[in-house]
């Protein structure tokens, strides 16, 4: 019993903060969520019902943000994960100058968002001064030059696409580089022993043996694109609407501070809908890792 009191005093301070500033917070956003013509001004609304999931789920701009949103999670966090998990390989295979390449390739990782956007958007941007790097290395290849900042969808959402990669891709490669490195070479050698092919060896020693690590970067992999806001902005300004761009952060954003802003009930519907959609993908990965993960 003395045992159990000093590890629930041990536990106090982490479950103070967790209601603190996770649960209670949430309580908060879920009933801000059903209040009806809620007032910001003067804090009162006049009924409680789901009129507020039903404007945000058929509001046009929460619409394209989830549809930006969902194509974002479903093309870089594969994406990501895979050219990690190479580019981790190759540096595997490199031992003389492997901590160099760690170093090179964390790079970004520790450079400001903002900063890399800015970066990118000036090799993507046209101007009329330049078409921008981009657009020169394809004409330099005979094809026609793409507004990848200002102009069709698939050009905007490609250039995203990409610097959500470049941007999340370094946290991946270390990740993976520091779970191939406590793989047991003996494994290898036996495989090598018996004749096994490299292919083999990957698909049977070393994925495996690294799967907890795979599944934790795909989990947070998910979790993150659901949540990004900063590449949009960092390539596209706080317009995102207007650009056609936003994300379900965003639109969140927008609905308590942006020009639309002065809307917490829409803010929150919004929010509780990014949670369940968080919470129900979190799940799905969980059940597939019971069979495809190995502890």
């Given at each position: 019993m003395r045992q159990e009191r000093k590890a629930w005093l041990y536990l106090l301070p982490a479950i103070l903060?967790?209601?603190?500033?996770?649960?209670?917070p949430l309580i908060d956003v879920f009933i801000y969520s059903v209040e009806e013509g809620y007032n910001f001004a003067s804090q009162t609304y006049f009924g409680?019902?789901?009129y507020n999931y039903s404007y945000v789920l058929h509001d046009p701009y929460f619409l394209q943000a989830v549809k930006n949103t969902f194509l974002l999670v479903i093309i870089t966090v594969p994406l990501s994960t895979g050219l990690a998990l190479v580019i981790s390989l190759a540096l595997s295979s490199i031992r003389p100058l492997r901590d160099l390449f760690q170093t090179i390739y964390f790079l970004p990782y520790v450079t400001n968002t903002l900063a890399v956007g800015l970066v990118f958007m000036i090799l993507f941007q046209k101007t009329e001064y330049t078409d921008g790097l981009i657009n020169l290395m394809i004409q330099w290849f005979g094809g026609s030059s793409v507004d990848f900042i200002e102009g069709p969808y698939w050009a905007k959402m490609f250039v995203l696409c990409f610097y959500t990669i470049w941007v999340v891709m370094p946290f991946k490669i270390l990740i993976l580089t520091s779970?191939?490195?406590?793989?047991n070479p003996d494994y290898y050698k036996a495989a090598r022993v018996d004749g096994t092919s490299k292919g083999r060896i990957f698909l049977r020693i070393t994925l495996p043996m690294i799967s907890p690590m795979v599944f934790y970067l795909i989990v947070t992999g998910f979790i993150g694109a659901f949540k990004a806001y900063s590449d949009a902005v960092a390539l596209f300004g706080t317009d995102l609407n207007?650009?056609?761009?936003?994300?379900?952060?965003?639109?969140?954003?927008?609905?308590?501070?942006?020009?639309?802003?002065g809307f917490p009930s829409y803010a929150s519907a919004a929010a509780i809908i990014l949670f369940a959609i968080v919470l129900t993908i979190t799940c799905i990965n969980l059940l597939v890792s019971k069979k495809h993960v190995h502890y």
């Open positions: 903060f967790l209601g603190a500033f996770l649960v209670y409680v019902g789901l779970a191939l490195a406590s793989v207007a650009a056609g761009m936003n994300t379900i952060v965003g639109y969140v954003y927008d609905m308590l501070y942006g020009d639309s802003g």
